[in-house]
């Protein structure tokens, strides 16, 4: 496999069966996707684990990637953020708890600056900019950290349906600021 | 449901604050509304720059050897070709996720050592829930974590071969059975060839063709080495 492939051309050769390409995919954006994984279990076993699931998904669906809609990348970290997060729920993450184990690796306010470094992250960062900012650390929390509604609530120390209501309204807030 | 609340269904299934109880009904939901599908992609899109955020970390350093090992778990086992004795050796899919017993396969001898192709059939959620073995012999489908279909439902079984445009029902899954086999006289199994498992009524689709939601779905790959 040559290294300069591209991304989508990758998925395009995983979806006709060929698994050194999936081992390319692996090798280049493994580290990115552990990443995402650990931010939402906060345990490298558990990651490990959603990583895993998420190949072996990549490699039964990589036919069903568009690449019309969206980067290869964000696919590809959309099934390991959907496989982290089913271990989370399978692990009972409905229980509401301050997970001292978050303490340091929240994302710290600044970090949002990081979105700037793309185009469409700025235009989400700008969007995200406009909403209070309790609800933005909610929305940001959830998605990063892999936070339940009662998480989220528990971390900004307010009752669980005005959090649910508010990520809500915030989200649509985002869409109508996006579109 | 009114369009504000599939939008902010759509959205936060993609966020991930859901319980798991309303994540399967968003996935039957999207499965059956291409609306509904549509958003959770769009929303994907929306949200995707929010992953930089989490710092990049270098995985475990046997995770690849693992991932290759669930999807081609006889090829170092087993003899490329010839071996008439099906054993479906022990996966080491994610105990988290996978937790169901890997049930025993039951199968069709090969007369030939044929190409061997497979796939995994995933649930609308991602979920891996099959895995399907197929040569010239036929299909074999061993169930992951196996389930029974809802009461006053039934599971049935179809093939795509491409460029067809209507699937082949392969017949009904047996109730509470992890195991199905098809066998070369039904179908004759192709790389590319989408293989889905649809909720029908009791009986079976009364049209031939899938009427109710896909459960299960993928497509057959050639069983290559890594």
Redesign the interface.
């Given at each position: 496999m040559k290294s300069e492939t591209s991304l989508p051309d990758l998925i395009l050769l995983v979806?006709?069966?060929?698994?050194?390409a999936?081992?390319s995919i692996?090798?280049r954006e493994?580290?990115?996707?552990?990443?995402?994984a650990?931010?939402?279990l906060r345990d490298?076993d558990?990651?490990?684990?959603?990583?895993?699931?998420a190949?072996?998904?990549i490699?039964?669906?990589a036919?069903q990637f568009d690449v019309t809609?969206?980067?290869a990348?964000?696919?590809l970290?959309?099934?390991v953020?959907?496989?982290a997060?089913?271990?989370a729920?399978?692990?009972g993450r409905?229980i509401p708890s301050d997970d001292p184990a978050l303490g340091d690796s929240a994302?710290p306010p600044e970090?949002?600056e990081?979105?700037d470094?793309?185009a469409?992250?700025a235009r989400?960062?700008a969007c995200l900019q406009t909403l209070e900012e309790r609800i933005r650390n909610g929305?940001?929390l959830?998605?990063?950290h892999?936070?339940?509604?009662a998480e989220?609530a528990a971390r900004l120390n307010e009752p669980l349906g005005t959090v649910k209501s508010w990520?809500?309204r915030g989200?649509?807030r985002?869409?109508d600021c996006?579109a | 449901m009114t369009p504000?609340e599939r939008?902010?269904l759509a959205?936060?299934y993609?966020?991930?604050?859901l319980?798991?109880a309303t994540?399967r009904m968003v996935s039957m939901a999207a499965a059956a509304d291409p609306i509904l599908a549509e958003e959770i992609?769009d929303w994907?899109?929306?949200?995707?720059?929010?992953?930089?955020?989490?710092?990049?970390?270098?995985?475990?350093p046997e995770?690849?050897e693992?991932?290759?090992q669930?999807?081609?778990p006889t090829a170092a086992k087993r003899a490329p070709s010839g071996s008439s004795s099906w054993f479906w050796p022990a996966w080491?899919?994610?105990?988290?996720?996978?937790?169901g017993s890997l049930a025993a396969i039951l199968l069709v001898r090969p007369a030939a050592p044929p190409e061997r192709?497979m796939?995994?059939?995933?649930s609308s959620?991602?979920?891996?829930a099959w895995v399907v073995e197929a040569d010239g012999a036929g299909l074999r489908l061993a169930a992951l974590n196996p389930r029974a279909a809802p009461e006053g439902r039934t599971m049935q079984l179809w093939a795509l071969p491409q460029g067809a445009t209507a699937p082949t029902s392969l017949g009904l899954i047996p109730r509470e059975s992890g195991q199905v086999r098809v066998s070369a006289s039904q179908i004759r199994p192709e790389?590319?060839m989408l293989i889905e498992i649809t909720l029908e009524p009791p009986g079976g689709s009364p049209t031939g063709r899938p009427t109710g939601p896909v459960l299960f779905i993928?497509?057959l790959?050639?069983?290559?080495?890594?």
């Open positions: 979806a006709g069966g060929d698994r050194r999936l081992r692996y090798q493994s580290t990115r996707l552990f990443g995402i650990n931010a939402v490298r558990a990651a490990a684990d959603a990583v895993h699931d190949f072996v998904r490699a039964g669906r036919g809609r969206g980067a990348s964000a696919w970290g959309a099934i953020r959907y496989a997060l089913d271990i729920r399978a692990r409905e994302i970090a949002i990081l979105l470094a793309k469409e992250g989400l960062r929305i940001i959830a998605f990063v892999g936070l339940s509604h989220v990520i809500r989200l649509l985002l869409r996006l | 504000e939008q902010a959205a936060e993609v966020l991930g604050t319980d798991a994540v992609a994907e899109v929306a949200l995707a720059p929010l992953q930089d955020l989490a710092p990049p970390e270098a995985p475990p995770l690849w693992r991932i290759a669930t999807l081609e080491s899919f994610g105990a988290t996720v996978v937790a192709m796939t995994v059939l995933l959620r991602d979920q891996p790389p590319g993928g497509t790959a050639p069983a290559t080495g890594t």
